[in-house]
């Protein structure tokens, strides 16, 4: 129903200058019904925006708002690659229709900075509609506004979504070019690493500096960006462990490890000032209270990872004992009560042979010494949850999964 609703009320357009609808009209809202009754909702919006287009006009401002609408049923139905397709069509539509910088792009261009990171080809796309959408809101007199500083904090968790934090390996040449290197008859050259995090940072220390400025109008916000950037932090740490010692770049453990208690710090210290209106802040405490698993989990602190799961702090989809919990090998495999599956892909993301310039010669990955190999390291940690379920969300090729002892 709250999709024909939808459709009805853009429909009413033209039924205002008709006191009977069109056989175009009929046949559109019969199509629209029928697919959504059969939950076809991308194909129901195909069939409105098709009538919007006929009768308002392709760039006229509801026949935007359709196409953008229709783009964003087709992402969430996991149609990225057509869904990035509708919703360019609808930011050049947008652009006619309210200019380049009208408040209208903003979530437009918002919208398809994250399909791009739905794509998952790296950040450089998703950065660059994300970077439109907050030129949009500057452009409109909007940057010192919640709005703004909450817009800067997502981004920054999104592109560490798109991989911002996996970082790029590449040759130390002390100023020398390739060929010249290749003439000189060098066969080792100094690789280095170098993480992603400035990137996201360069976001949140704005979104911090607006923050304190606009504590008068959300005394919260300040508190959100720090879990945001408290949780970066925590993943960014996990990269530059796994980067081989030899590699400039990489920290210690017991650096690691440092790091890590003192971002748990933050997230309590954030975590007290959200209680002061949980319902408000449901989302950003979720959020928290995830990261500080994480920390838990890599830092092997079974009290305090149990103690999360038996109080219910995190968010669960469902409740399950405080024993149910699990630990990934370097290869994968995950220990946890009596299963085993076999599961098509996985989805924690790795350092792998992508990420090395093989325009500087960089050895391949197959090359490397068992000491020089990046690790596996999960993006996100598993909770409490069964085995099964575990076996689902790893999703990968082989999972082993043992009794704990």
């Known amino acids: 129903m709250k999709f024909l609703a939808i459709a009805l009320a853009f429909l009413s357009v033209s039924a205002e200058s008709n006191d009977d609808p069109s056989a175009a009209e009929t046949e559109a809202m019969n199509n629209y019904a029928a697919a959504s009754i059969e939950g076809r909702h991308a194909a129901a919006a195909k069939f409105i925006l098709d009538y919007m287009e006929k009768t308002e006009g392709e760039n006229a401002p509801l026949t935007v708002a359709r196409t953008q609408r229709y783009g964003n049923l087709l992402r969430k139905e996991g ?57 949009v809101l500057r452009e409109n007199g909007q940057r010192e506004t919640p709005l703004y500083v909450t817009a800067l904090a997502g981004i920054a968790s999104r592109l560490a979504q798109a991989g911002a934090l996996e970082g790029v390996f590449s040759a130390d040449t002390n100023g020398d070019g390739l060929e010249e290197l290749a003439d000189s008859g060098l066969t080792s ?48 740490t996990m990269y ?17 490890r440092k790091y890590h208690l003192q971002e748990d710090k933050r997230l309590l210290s954030a975590i007290d000032s959200l209680v002061g209106d949980a319902e408000q802040n449901q989302d950003y405490l979720d959020i928290a209270n995830g990261a500080r698993m994480e920390i838990a989990w890599i830092l092997k602190d079974k009290e305090q990872m149990t103690s999360f799961c038996s109080s219910n702090t995190l968010n669960m989809a469902s409740r399950y004992p405080p024993d149910r919990l699990f630990e990934i090998s370097d290869d994968g495999s995950v220990i946890a009560p009596r299963f085993s599956f076999k599961i098509s892909r996985n989805i924690f993301r790795q350092l792998s042979e992508n990420i090395y310039d093989k325009r500087l010669n960089v050895r391949s990955l197959d090359n490397w010494g068992p000491t020089e190999r990046p690790g596996i390291r ?7 949850i069964d085995g099964r379920l575990m076996a689902a969300l790893i999703n990968s090729p082989l999972v082993t999964i043992e009794e704990i002892d």
């Not at 530059?240 to 690691?256: C, D, F, H, Q, Y």
């Not at 999960?378 to 409490?384: D, I, N, R, T, Y």
């Open 378 to 384: 999960p993006h996100f940690l598993p909770v409490c």
């Open 240 to 256: 530059l462990e796994v980067v081989p010692p030899n590699i400039r770049g990489s920290i210690s453990g017991a650096t690691a």
């Open 79 to 135: 149609d990225i690659r057509e869904a990035i397709s509708v919703l360019k069509k609808a930011r050049k539509r947008g652009i006619i229709a309210f200019g380049e910088y009208g408040i209208e792009l903003f979530e437009i261009n918002l919208d398809l900075g994250e399909a791009y990171v739905d794509r998952d080809i790296g950040v450089g796309k998703p950065k660059k509609y994300f970077d439109y959408a907050l030129e």
């Open 189 to 236: 050259i100094m690789r280095k690493y170098k993480s992603g995090h400035k990137i996201l940072d360069d976001y949140l220390q704005e979104a911090f500096e607006l923050a304190e400025a606009l504590e008068s109008e959300d005394p919260y916000l300040s508190a959100k960006v720090a879990i945001v950037q408290a949780r970066i932090r925590v993943i960014d």
